[in-house]
Protein backbone atom coordinates (compact mmCIF):
# COMPACT_ATOMS: atom_id res chain seq x y z
CA UNK A 1 0.00 0.00 0.00
CA UNK A 2 1.49 3.14 -0.58
CA UNK A 3 1.66 5.80 1.95
CA UNK A 4 2.03 9.02 0.54
CA UNK A 5 5.82 8.95 -0.23
CA UNK A 6 7.20 10.62 -3.74
CA UNK A 7 7.44 8.25 -6.63
CA UNK A 8 10.93 6.92 -8.04
CA UNK A 9 11.35 8.62 -10.53
CA UNK A 10 13.31 6.33 -13.12
CA UNK A 11 11.68 3.57 -14.48
CA UNK A 12 14.99 2.15 -16.06
CA UNK A 13 16.70 2.27 -12.56
CA UNK A 14 13.57 0.02 -11.45
CA UNK A 15 14.27 -2.81 -14.01
CA UNK A 16 17.61 -2.83 -12.73
CA UNK A 17 18.22 -2.68 -9.59
CA UNK A 18 16.99 -5.62 -6.49
CA UNK A 19 13.55 -3.55 -5.61
CA UNK A 20 12.84 -2.89 -9.11
CA UNK A 21 8.81 -4.00 -8.73
CA UNK A 22 8.85 -1.64 -5.47
CA UNK A 23 9.73 1.42 -7.56
CA UNK A 24 5.71 1.68 -7.74
CA UNK A 25 5.04 -0.45 -5.32
CA UNK A 26 3.41 0.02 -1.73
CA UNK A 27 5.15 2.31 -0.78
CA UNK A 28 5.02 4.90 -3.99
CA UNK A 29 2.66 7.48 -3.54
CA UNK A 30 -0.08 9.35 -4.83
CA UNK A 31 -0.35 -31.61 -3.78
CA UNK A 32 -3.63 -30.19 -2.85
CA UNK A 33 -3.22 -28.06 0.22
CA UNK A 34 -6.64 -28.37 2.70
CA UNK A 35 -7.60 -24.81 4.63
CA UNK A 36 -6.55 -25.45 8.16
CA UNK A 37 -9.53 -25.73 9.89
CA UNK A 38 -10.79 -23.15 11.85
CA UNK A 39 -12.46 -23.40 15.47
CA UNK A 40 -16.04 -23.23 15.66
CA UNK A 41 -16.08 -22.71 11.63
CA UNK A 42 -18.83 -24.59 9.57
CA UNK A 43 -18.97 -24.77 5.98
CA UNK A 44 -20.78 -21.74 3.62
CA UNK A 45 -23.27 -22.66 1.05
CA UNK A 46 -21.19 -23.68 -2.05
CA UNK A 47 -22.82 -24.88 -5.16
CA UNK A 48 -19.86 -26.78 -6.42
CA UNK A 49 -20.21 -29.12 -3.80
CA UNK A 50 -23.50 -28.69 -2.09
CA UNK A 51 -26.06 -28.84 -4.10
CA UNK A 52 -28.47 -30.29 -1.84
CA UNK A 53 -28.17 -27.47 0.58
CA UNK A 54 -31.87 -26.12 1.60
CA UNK A 55 -32.50 -22.40 2.73
CA UNK A 56 -34.19 -21.72 6.68
CA UNK A 57 -37.32 -22.45 4.82
CA UNK A 58 -36.49 -26.51 3.87
CA UNK A 59 -36.63 -25.13 -0.20
CA UNK A 60 -33.46 -25.47 -1.96
CA UNK A 61 -31.21 -21.93 -2.17
CA UNK A 62 -31.07 -20.26 -5.04
CA UNK A 63 -27.10 -20.32 -5.13
CA UNK A 64 -28.08 -24.99 -5.49
CA UNK A 65 -30.49 -24.99 -7.52
CA UNK A 66 -28.41 -22.72 -10.07
CA UNK A 67 -25.12 -24.58 -9.95
CA UNK A 68 -25.61 -26.70 -13.12
CA UNK A 69 -27.06 -23.84 -15.30
CA UNK A 70 -25.39 -22.38 -18.15
CA UNK A 71 -23.65 -18.77 -16.70
CA UNK A 72 -22.37 -15.87 -19.69
CA UNK A 73 -18.20 -15.02 -18.14
CA UNK A 74 -19.60 -11.41 -19.21
CA UNK A 75 -22.09 -11.11 -16.24
CA UNK A 76 -20.28 -12.93 -13.40
CA UNK A 77 -22.93 -13.17 -10.04
CA UNK A 78 -20.16 -13.22 -7.56
CA UNK A 79 -17.20 -10.85 -7.73
CA UNK A 80 -15.73 -8.50 -5.29
CA UNK A 81 -15.52 -5.36 -6.25
CA UNK A 82 -13.84 -3.50 -3.21
CA UNK A 83 -11.87 -0.17 -2.69
CA UNK A 84 -9.24 1.00 -0.10
CA UNK A 85 -9.69 3.82 1.99
CA UNK A 86 -6.57 5.41 3.22
CA UNK A 87 -6.25 7.29 6.88
CA UNK A 88 -2.16 7.36 6.63
CA UNK A 89 -1.45 11.25 5.95
CA UNK A 90 -4.72 11.88 4.91
CA UNK A 91 -4.58 10.21 1.97
CA UNK A 92 -8.12 9.48 1.54
CA UNK A 93 -10.25 10.42 4.57
CA UNK A 94 -10.55 12.72 6.44
CA UNK A 95 -8.77 14.89 3.37
CA UNK A 96 -6.90 17.17 6.34
CA UNK A 97 -6.88 17.02 9.83
CA UNK A 98 -8.91 19.01 12.47
CA UNK A 99 -12.25 18.87 10.19
CA UNK A 100 -15.41 18.68 12.24
CA UNK A 101 -17.61 15.72 12.71
CA UNK A 102 -20.23 16.76 10.19
CA UNK A 103 -17.41 17.38 7.38
CA UNK A 104 -15.55 14.43 8.35
CA UNK A 105 -19.31 12.29 7.58
CA UNK A 106 -20.02 14.14 5.20
CA UNK A 107 -16.62 13.13 2.68
CA UNK A 108 -17.03 9.97 3.71
CA UNK A 109 -20.86 9.80 2.70
CA UNK A 110 -19.32 11.05 -0.64
CA UNK A 111 -16.62 8.02 -1.22
CA UNK A 112 -19.35 5.85 -0.61
CA UNK A 113 -21.62 7.20 -2.90
CA UNK A 114 -19.11 6.78 -5.43
CA UNK A 115 -18.51 3.32 -4.63
CA UNK A 116 -22.28 2.50 -4.58
CA UNK A 117 -22.55 4.66 -8.44
CA UNK A 118 -19.53 2.33 -10.02
CA UNK A 119 -21.30 -1.01 -8.62
CA UNK A 120 -18.44 -1.48 -6.04
CA UNK A 121 -19.62 -3.83 -3.22
CA UNK A 122 -17.24 -3.26 -0.12
CA UNK A 123 -14.50 -0.87 1.27
CA UNK A 124 -11.39 -1.50 3.07
CA UNK A 125 -11.05 1.27 5.76
CA UNK A 126 -7.83 1.79 7.30
CA UNK A 127 -8.26 1.61 11.34
CA UNK A 128 -4.84 1.76 12.66
CA UNK A 129 -2.43 3.14 10.31
CA UNK A 130 0.57 3.02 12.92
CA UNK A 131 -0.35 1.73 16.44
CA UNK A 132 -3.31 4.49 16.50
CA UNK A 133 -6.95 4.39 16.42
CA UNK A 134 -9.69 5.93 14.56
CA UNK A 135 -11.85 4.70 17.08
CA UNK A 136 -12.40 4.66 21.03
CA UNK A 137 -9.47 2.10 22.15
CA UNK A 138 -8.65 1.63 25.41
CA UNK A 139 -5.91 -0.17 24.22
CA UNK A 140 -3.72 2.63 21.79
CA UNK A 141 -4.55 6.32 21.20
CA UNK A 142 -6.50 8.51 18.62
CA UNK A 143 -4.73 9.12 15.58
CA UNK A 144 -3.32 12.52 14.85
CA UNK A 145 -5.03 11.86 11.29
CA UNK A 146 -8.00 13.18 12.74
CA UNK A 147 -7.44 16.36 14.89
CA UNK A 148 -3.62 16.95 13.63
CA UNK A 149 -2.20 15.71 17.33
CA UNK A 150 -1.78 11.93 18.66
CA UNK A 151 -3.73 11.11 21.57
CA UNK A 152 -6.51 13.88 21.31
CA UNK A 153 -10.23 12.80 21.17
CA UNK A 154 -12.02 13.94 18.00
CA UNK A 155 -15.04 14.04 20.25
CA UNK A 156 -16.95 10.99 18.65
CA UNK A 157 -16.20 8.19 17.40
CA UNK A 158 -16.41 7.67 13.87
CA UNK A 159 -15.91 3.52 13.06
CA UNK A 160 -19.93 2.87 14.30
CA UNK A 161 -20.67 6.15 11.55
CA UNK A 162 -17.95 4.23 9.20
CA UNK A 163 -19.68 1.08 9.46
CA UNK A 164 -23.24 1.98 9.15
CA UNK A 165 -23.30 3.52 6.53
CA UNK A 166 -20.92 1.26 4.65
CA UNK A 167 -24.04 -1.62 5.51
CA UNK A 168 -26.80 1.20 5.05
CA UNK A 169 -25.54 0.65 1.11
CA UNK A 170 -24.57 -2.60 0.72
CA UNK A 171 -21.11 -1.91 0.84
CA UNK A 172 -19.27 -4.95 3.31
CA UNK A 173 -16.86 -3.33 5.54
CA UNK A 174 -13.23 -4.68 6.38
CA UNK A 175 -11.01 -2.95 9.03
CA UNK A 176 -7.26 -3.02 7.72
CA UNK A 177 -4.61 -2.63 10.25
CA UNK A 178 -1.19 -1.88 9.74
CA UNK A 179 0.70 -4.68 11.96
CA UNK A 180 4.16 -3.85 13.22
CA UNK A 181 4.47 0.13 12.26
CA UNK A 182 4.98 1.85 15.79
CA UNK A 183 4.53 5.30 14.32
CA UNK A 184 4.69 6.31 10.42
CA UNK A 185 7.42 9.10 11.09
CA UNK A 186 9.27 10.60 14.00
CA UNK A 187 10.42 9.26 16.76
CA UNK A 188 9.36 8.11 20.79
CA UNK A 189 8.95 11.73 21.96
CA UNK A 190 6.34 12.30 19.23
CA UNK A 191 4.15 10.00 21.24
CA UNK A 192 1.23 10.14 23.62
CA UNK A 193 2.29 9.02 27.51
CA UNK A 194 -0.35 5.75 26.48
CA UNK A 195 1.20 5.31 23.15
CA UNK A 196 2.45 1.66 23.76
CA UNK A 197 5.80 2.15 22.12
CA UNK A 198 6.53 4.53 25.33
CA UNK A 199 4.68 2.45 27.96
CA UNK A 200 6.94 -0.82 26.63
CA UNK A 201 9.98 0.42 24.99
CA UNK A 202 11.90 -2.82 24.75
CA UNK A 203 9.07 -3.95 21.98
CA UNK A 204 10.58 -1.13 19.80
CA UNK A 205 13.49 -1.22 17.36
CA UNK A 206 14.69 2.50 15.67
CA UNK A 207 15.27 1.55 11.87
CA UNK A 208 16.32 4.36 9.53
CA UNK A 209 14.56 7.17 11.19
CA UNK A 210 11.58 5.36 12.30
CA UNK A 211 9.97 2.94 14.83
CA UNK A 212 9.01 -0.35 14.43
CA UNK A 213 7.58 -2.79 16.49
CA UNK A 214 10.01 -6.31 16.65
CA UNK A 215 8.22 -9.02 14.94
CA UNK A 216 9.97 -11.49 16.69
CA UNK A 217 8.84 -11.21 20.58
CA UNK A 218 5.54 -12.77 21.26
CA UNK A 219 4.57 -9.69 23.68
CA UNK A 220 4.45 -7.89 20.33
CA UNK A 221 2.38 -10.22 18.35
CA UNK A 222 0.18 -10.98 21.52
CA UNK A 223 -0.73 -7.08 21.56
CA UNK A 224 -1.42 -6.66 17.92
CA UNK A 225 -3.79 -9.60 18.23
CA UNK A 226 -5.53 -8.33 20.83
CA UNK A 227 -5.95 -4.90 18.81
CA UNK A 228 -7.55 -6.54 16.33
CA UNK A 229 -9.91 -8.77 18.58
CA UNK A 230 -10.75 -5.57 20.37
CA UNK A 231 -12.20 -4.19 17.33
CA UNK A 232 -13.52 -7.76 16.14
CA UNK A 233 -15.31 -8.05 18.99
CA UNK A 234 -16.59 -4.28 20.02
CA UNK A 235 -18.03 -3.69 15.97
CA UNK A 236 -19.96 -4.79 13.59
CA UNK A 237 -17.23 -5.19 10.83
CA UNK A 238 -17.56 -7.96 8.48
CA UNK A 239 -13.67 -8.29 8.03
CA UNK A 240 -10.15 -8.24 9.63
CA UNK A 241 -7.42 -7.13 6.69
CA UNK A 242 -3.84 -6.54 6.95
CA UNK A 243 -1.77 -4.54 4.92
CA UNK A 244 1.81 -5.73 3.45
CA UNK A 245 4.09 -3.96 5.80
CA UNK A 246 5.69 -6.50 7.95
CA UNK A 247 9.53 -6.53 8.18
CA UNK A 248 10.53 -2.74 7.16
CA UNK A 249 11.21 -2.27 3.20
CA UNK A 250 14.48 -2.09 1.83
CA UNK A 251 15.44 1.31 2.43
CA UNK A 252 19.01 2.81 2.49
CA UNK A 253 20.36 -0.51 3.60
CA UNK A 254 20.69 -0.57 7.58
CA UNK A 255 20.42 -3.54 8.94
CA UNK A 256 16.92 -4.06 11.30
CA UNK A 257 18.14 -4.59 14.61
CA UNK A 258 16.97 -7.41 15.70
CA UNK A 259 19.67 -9.58 17.55
CA UNK A 260 18.86 -9.75 21.06
CA UNK A 261 15.14 -11.02 19.88
CA UNK A 262 16.87 -13.37 17.70
CA UNK A 263 19.38 -14.69 20.17
CA UNK A 264 16.13 -15.37 22.63
CA UNK A 265 13.96 -16.85 20.34
CA UNK A 266 15.99 -17.76 17.27
CA UNK A 267 16.36 -21.71 18.20
CA UNK A 268 19.31 -22.17 15.89
CA UNK A 269 17.55 -21.14 12.60
CA UNK A 270 18.57 -19.26 10.34
CA UNK A 271 17.77 -15.31 11.04
CA UNK A 272 15.61 -15.08 7.24
CA UNK A 273 13.39 -17.86 8.29
CA UNK A 274 13.23 -17.11 11.78
CA UNK A 275 11.56 -13.99 10.62
CA UNK A 276 9.40 -15.39 8.18
CA UNK A 277 7.74 -18.16 10.77
CA UNK A 278 7.60 -14.82 13.27
CA UNK A 279 5.07 -13.44 10.37
CA UNK A 280 3.81 -16.47 9.72
CA UNK A 281 2.77 -17.16 13.54
CA UNK A 282 1.06 -13.84 14.09
CA UNK A 283 -1.05 -14.30 10.59
CA UNK A 284 -1.97 -18.01 12.08
CA UNK A 285 -2.78 -16.60 15.61
CA UNK A 286 -4.88 -13.28 14.55
CA UNK A 287 -6.65 -16.12 12.59
CA UNK A 288 -7.75 -17.90 15.02
CA UNK A 289 -8.78 -15.23 17.35
CA UNK A 290 -10.75 -13.35 14.54
CA UNK A 291 -12.61 -16.81 14.16
CA UNK A 292 -12.83 -17.49 17.53
CA UNK A 293 -14.77 -13.96 18.20
CA UNK A 294 -16.81 -14.26 15.24
CA UNK A 295 -16.63 -17.59 12.69
CA UNK A 296 -18.76 -15.44 9.96
CA UNK A 297 -15.56 -12.76 10.12
CA UNK A 298 -13.31 -12.60 6.89
CA UNK A 299 -9.24 -12.66 7.65
CA UNK A 300 -6.97 -11.36 4.83
CA UNK A 301 -3.67 -9.99 3.62
CA UNK A 302 -2.96 -7.84 0.78
CA UNK A 303 0.75 -8.33 0.14
CA UNK A 304 3.39 -7.16 -1.95
CA UNK A 305 2.75 -8.64 -5.33
CA UNK A 306 5.99 -10.57 -6.26
CA UNK A 307 6.29 -13.53 -3.74
CA UNK A 308 9.61 -14.42 -5.13
CA UNK A 309 11.05 -14.39 -8.28
CA UNK A 310 12.29 -17.18 -10.42
CA UNK A 311 16.16 -16.57 -10.51
CA UNK A 312 15.18 -17.12 -6.79
CA UNK A 313 13.34 -19.93 -6.61
CA UNK A 314 11.57 -22.34 -9.47
CA UNK A 315 8.38 -21.84 -8.28
CA UNK A 316 8.66 -17.92 -8.01
CA UNK A 317 7.30 -15.61 -11.09
CA UNK A 318 8.74 -14.97 -14.04
CA UNK A 319 9.66 -11.04 -13.07
CA UNK A 320 12.81 -9.14 -11.48
CA UNK A 321 11.31 -7.23 -8.74
CA UNK A 322 12.01 -7.26 -4.54
CA UNK A 323 10.88 -10.85 -3.51
CA UNK A 324 8.35 -10.04 -0.27
CA UNK A 325 9.60 -13.41 0.83
CA UNK A 326 13.25 -12.71 1.08
CA UNK A 327 12.67 -8.57 2.08
CA UNK A 328 10.19 -8.25 4.07
CA UNK A 329 9.75 -12.04 4.95
CA UNK A 330 6.40 -12.07 4.21
CA UNK A 331 5.54 -15.86 2.79
CA UNK A 332 2.03 -15.22 1.17
CA UNK A 333 1.99 -18.83 -0.67
CA UNK A 334 2.64 -20.21 3.00
CA UNK A 335 -0.41 -18.56 4.53
CA UNK A 336 -2.38 -20.26 1.69
CA UNK A 337 -0.72 -23.75 1.77
CA UNK A 338 -1.79 -23.06 5.72
CA UNK A 339 -5.27 -22.16 4.97
CA UNK A 340 -4.12 -19.20 7.43
CA UNK A 341 -6.11 -16.58 5.57
CA UNK A 342 -9.17 -16.51 4.09
CA UNK A 343 -8.01 -14.35 0.91
CA UNK A 344 -5.24 -12.63 -0.46
CA UNK A 345 -5.18 -9.72 -2.81
CA UNK A 346 -1.72 -9.16 -4.03
CA UNK A 347 -1.19 -5.75 -5.07
CA UNK A 348 -0.44 -5.60 -8.75
CA UNK A 349 0.41 -2.24 -8.91
CA UNK A 350 2.17 -2.68 -12.18
CA UNK A 351 0.77 -2.76 -16.07
CA UNK A 352 1.06 -5.03 -18.41
CA UNK A 353 4.30 -5.86 -20.42
CA UNK A 354 6.36 -3.96 -17.63
CA UNK A 355 9.34 -6.22 -17.61
CA UNK A 356 10.61 -6.18 -13.84
CA UNK A 357 6.84 -7.08 -13.07
CA UNK A 358 4.56 -8.42 -15.34
CA UNK A 359 0.67 -8.13 -14.93
CA UNK A 360 0.15 -10.83 -17.50
CA UNK A 361 2.89 -12.87 -15.73
CA UNK A 362 1.65 -12.15 -12.14
CA UNK A 363 -2.25 -12.94 -12.52
CA UNK A 364 -1.58 -16.73 -13.24
CA UNK A 365 1.65 -17.26 -11.36
CA UNK A 366 -1.60 -16.31 -8.36
CA UNK A 367 -4.01 -18.06 -9.94
CA UNK A 368 -1.96 -21.19 -9.40
CA UNK A 369 -1.60 -20.55 -6.11
CA UNK A 370 -4.65 -20.48 -4.77
CA UNK A 371 -6.16 -22.86 -7.25
CA UNK A 372 -7.63 -26.08 -5.34
CA UNK A 373 -7.36 -24.52 -1.81
CA UNK A 374 -10.31 -22.30 0.10
CA UNK A 375 -7.93 -19.31 -0.31
CA UNK A 376 -9.95 -16.27 -2.35
CA UNK A 377 -8.15 -14.64 -4.52
CA UNK A 378 -8.51 -11.11 -5.18
CA UNK A 379 -6.28 -8.31 -7.72
CA UNK A 380 -4.81 -5.48 -6.19
CA UNK A 381 -4.86 -2.33 -8.77
CA UNK A 382 -3.09 0.45 -9.10
CA UNK A 383 -6.21 3.28 -9.56
CA UNK A 384 -3.54 5.71 -8.06
CA UNK A 385 -1.21 4.71 -10.96
CA UNK A 386 -3.72 6.04 -13.90
CA UNK A 387 -2.47 8.83 -16.07
CA UNK A 388 1.28 8.32 -14.26
CA UNK A 389 3.51 11.01 -16.38
CA UNK A 390 6.48 7.82 -15.64
CA UNK A 391 4.47 5.12 -17.14
CA UNK A 392 3.25 5.14 -21.08
CA UNK A 393 0.79 2.34 -19.90
CA UNK A 394 -0.66 4.15 -17.73
CA UNK A 395 -1.12 6.62 -19.44
CA UNK A 396 -3.41 4.99 -21.71
CA UNK A 397 -7.52 5.31 -20.33
CA UNK A 398 -7.56 1.46 -21.06
CA UNK A 399 -5.27 -0.22 -19.00
CA UNK A 400 -7.27 -0.51 -15.79
CA UNK A 401 -10.11 -2.24 -18.17
CA UNK A 402 -7.57 -4.58 -19.89
CA UNK A 403 -6.31 -5.88 -16.52
CA UNK A 404 -9.93 -7.32 -15.74
CA UNK A 405 -9.88 -8.70 -19.21
CA UNK A 406 -7.33 -10.78 -18.52
CA UNK A 407 -8.60 -11.71 -14.98
CA UNK A 408 -11.88 -13.04 -16.26
CA UNK A 409 -10.05 -15.51 -17.94
CA UNK A 410 -8.81 -17.17 -14.90
CA UNK A 411 -11.68 -18.58 -12.91
CA UNK A 412 -9.56 -18.73 -9.61
CA UNK A 413 -9.70 -14.51 -9.51
CA UNK A 414 -12.75 -13.34 -7.40
CA UNK A 415 -12.67 -9.85 -8.07
CA UNK A 416 -10.39 -6.49 -7.59
CA UNK A 417 -9.78 -4.10 -4.77
CA UNK A 418 -8.58 -0.76 -5.99
CA UNK A 419 -6.29 2.00 -4.24
CA UNK A 420 -7.58 4.06 -3.61
CA UNK A 421 -10.78 6.00 -2.80
CA UNK A 422 -9.26 9.97 -3.46
CA UNK A 423 -8.76 8.57 -7.52
CA UNK A 424 -12.18 6.89 -6.89
CA UNK A 425 -13.53 10.61 -6.62
CA UNK A 426 -11.38 12.06 -9.29
CA UNK A 427 -11.60 8.79 -12.26
CA UNK A 428 -7.99 9.70 -13.30
CA UNK A 429 -8.73 9.76 -17.33
CA UNK A 430 -12.20 8.32 -17.30
CA UNK A 431 -10.89 4.99 -16.08
CA UNK A 432 -13.30 3.59 -14.16
CA UNK A 433 -15.91 4.82 -16.52
CA UNK A 434 -14.09 2.07 -18.91
CA UNK A 435 -14.12 -0.25 -16.36
CA UNK A 436 -17.95 0.22 -15.33
CA UNK A 437 -18.95 0.02 -18.80
CA UNK A 438 -17.03 -2.89 -20.04
CA UNK A 439 -17.10 -5.08 -16.77
CA UNK A 440 -19.59 -3.57 -13.97
CA UNK A 441 -22.43 -3.42 -15.96
CA UNK A 442 -24.69 -5.25 -13.05
CA UNK A 443 -24.14 -5.37 -9.61
CA UNK A 444 -22.76 -8.51 -8.01
CA UNK A 445 -22.86 -10.27 -5.23
CA UNK A 446 -19.53 -11.43 -2.46
CA UNK A 447 -17.76 -14.21 -3.33
CA UNK A 448 -19.00 -17.32 -0.68
CA UNK A 449 -15.51 -18.18 0.94
CA UNK A 450 -15.30 -21.35 1.71
CA UNK A 451 -15.71 -22.54 5.89
CA UNK A 452 -17.27 -19.04 7.21
CA UNK A 453 -20.72 -20.48 7.79
CA UNK A 454 -24.02 -19.09 7.21
CA UNK A 455 -26.95 -20.13 5.21
CA UNK A 456 -29.82 -19.10 3.01
CA UNK A 457 -32.25 -17.10 4.78
CA UNK A 458 -35.91 -18.51 4.08
CA UNK A 459 -37.32 -17.33 1.11
CA UNK A 460 -39.08 -13.77 1.38
CA UNK A 461 -42.87 -13.81 1.51
CA UNK A 462 -45.76 -12.07 0.20
CA UNK A 463 -43.82 -10.64 -2.62
CA UNK A 464 -46.86 -7.66 -4.20
CA UNK A 465 -46.28 -5.20 -6.87
CA UNK A 466 -48.53 -1.76 -6.61
CA UNK A 467 -47.46 1.64 -7.58
CA UNK A 468 -44.53 1.30 -9.01
CA UNK A 469 -42.89 -0.82 -6.63
CA UNK A 470 -42.70 -4.21 -5.72
CA UNK A 471 -42.72 -4.93 -1.89
CA UNK A 472 -42.35 -8.05 0.57
CA UNK A 473 -42.35 -9.44 4.38
CA UNK A 474 -38.66 -9.52 5.59
CA UNK A 475 -36.82 -12.73 5.87
CA UNK A 476 -35.39 -13.46 9.40
CA UNK A 477 -31.57 -13.00 9.21
CA UNK A 478 -31.39 -11.33 5.67
CA UNK A 479 -29.11 -8.73 5.54
CA UNK A 480 -29.86 -8.03 1.89
CA UNK A 481 -32.09 -8.77 -0.87
CA UNK A 482 -31.31 -9.62 -4.66
CA UNK A 483 -33.66 -8.45 -7.33
CA UNK A 484 -33.66 -9.89 -10.93
CA UNK A 485 -36.00 -9.04 -13.87
CA UNK A 486 -35.95 -10.70 -16.58
CA UNK A 487 -38.18 -9.33 -19.38
CA UNK A 488 -37.84 -12.39 -21.86
CA UNK A 489 -37.52 -15.56 -21.94
CA UNK A 490 -37.36 -18.09 -19.54
CA UNK A 491 -37.78 -16.95 -15.63
CA UNK A 492 -36.94 -20.65 -14.21
CA UNK A 493 -34.36 -21.40 -11.88
CA UNK A 494 -31.44 -20.72 -14.40
CA UNK A 495 -32.63 -17.19 -14.21
CA UNK A 496 -30.46 -15.96 -11.18
CA UNK A 497 -27.54 -18.79 -12.62
CA UNK A 498 -25.51 -15.39 -13.39
CA UNK A 499 -25.91 -11.53 -13.01
CA UNK A 500 -27.44 -11.19 -16.56
CA UNK A 501 -30.95 -10.31 -14.68
CA UNK A 502 -29.54 -9.11 -11.61
CA UNK A 503 -30.67 -5.40 -10.90
CA UNK A 504 -30.26 -4.42 -7.57
CA UNK A 505 -28.74 -5.45 -4.40
CA UNK A 506 -30.97 -3.92 -1.53
CA UNK A 507 -29.83 -3.27 1.95
CA UNK A 508 -32.05 -4.59 4.70
CA UNK A 509 -34.55 -1.77 6.24
CA UNK A 510 -35.70 -2.42 9.79
CA UNK A 511 -38.08 -4.47 10.61
CA UNK A 512 -40.95 -3.64 8.00
CA UNK A 513 -41.98 -4.24 4.46
CA UNK A 514 -39.14 -4.20 2.34
CA UNK A 515 -39.46 -2.51 -1.32
CA UNK A 516 -38.14 -1.85 -4.53
CA UNK A 517 -38.96 0.44 -7.24
CA UNK A 518 -39.29 -1.50 -10.44
CA UNK A 519 -38.34 -0.76 -13.95
CA UNK A 520 -40.64 -1.83 -16.01
CA UNK A 521 -42.79 -4.75 -16.98
CA UNK A 522 -41.08 -8.10 -16.27
CA UNK A 523 -40.82 -11.05 -14.07
CA UNK A 524 -38.97 -9.99 -11.00
CA UNK A 525 -37.31 -12.81 -9.00
CA UNK A 526 -36.14 -11.92 -4.90
CA UNK A 527 -34.02 -13.69 -3.19
CA UNK A 528 -32.37 -12.79 0.50
CA UNK A 529 -29.28 -12.58 1.61
CA UNK A 530 -27.57 -13.49 4.62
CA UNK A 531 -24.16 -11.59 5.95
CA UNK A 532 -22.42 -13.94 4.04
CA UNK A 533 -24.73 -13.41 0.93
CA UNK A 534 -25.41 -17.50 1.52
CA UNK A 535 -28.79 -16.94 -0.88
CA UNK A 536 -32.32 -17.87 -0.63
CA UNK A 537 -34.70 -19.71 -3.06
CA UNK A 538 -36.28 -17.18 -5.46
CA UNK A 539 -40.08 -15.51 -4.97
CA UNK A 540 -41.58 -14.49 -8.21
CA UNK A 541 -44.03 -11.85 -9.30
CA UNK A 542 -44.73 -10.55 -12.85
CA UNK A 543 -45.73 -7.23 -13.68
CA UNK A 544 -47.63 -6.86 -17.23
Known sequence: MRTGRPLLAATALAV?????????????????PAKHAKVSKTKAADPATQAGTKSASGTLAADSVTAACPTDAKYPKREMRGIWIATVKNIDWPSRTGLTPAR???????????????????????????????????LEPWSEYLTGTAGKDPGWDPLPFLIAEAHRRGLEFHAWFNPYRAAFEGGMEGLPANHPARKHPEWIVKHEGKIYYNPGLPAVRDHVT?????????????????DDYFYPYPGA???????????KYGKGAKRADWRRDNVNT????????????????KFGVSPFGIWRNKAQDPSGSATGGMSAYDSIYADARHWIRKGTVDYVIPQLYWPRG??????????????????????????????????????????????????????????????????????????????????????????????????????????????????????????????????????????????????RNLVA?????????????????????????DRLQNESPTAKIVIP
Open 253 to 263: GAPFNDDAAFR
Open 282 to 297: LISQVDTTVHQVKPYL
Open 354 to 499: FKAADYDVLVPWWAAQVKGTDVDLYIGQGLYRVGATDSAAWRKAGELASHLALNRKYKEVNGDVYFSAKQLLTNPLGALDQVVAKYYTRPALLPLIKGLGGKAPATPADLKAQDGAISWNPSPDARSYAVYRVTSGDAGECATADA
Open 16 to 32: VTTGAAYTFGPDAPPAK
Open 226 to 242: AVVKDVAQRYDVDGIHF
Open 104 to 138: QRAEYVRILDEAVKHRFNAVFFQVRPASDALYKSS
Open 505 to 529: VVPASGQGRQSFTTRGSGTYLVTAL
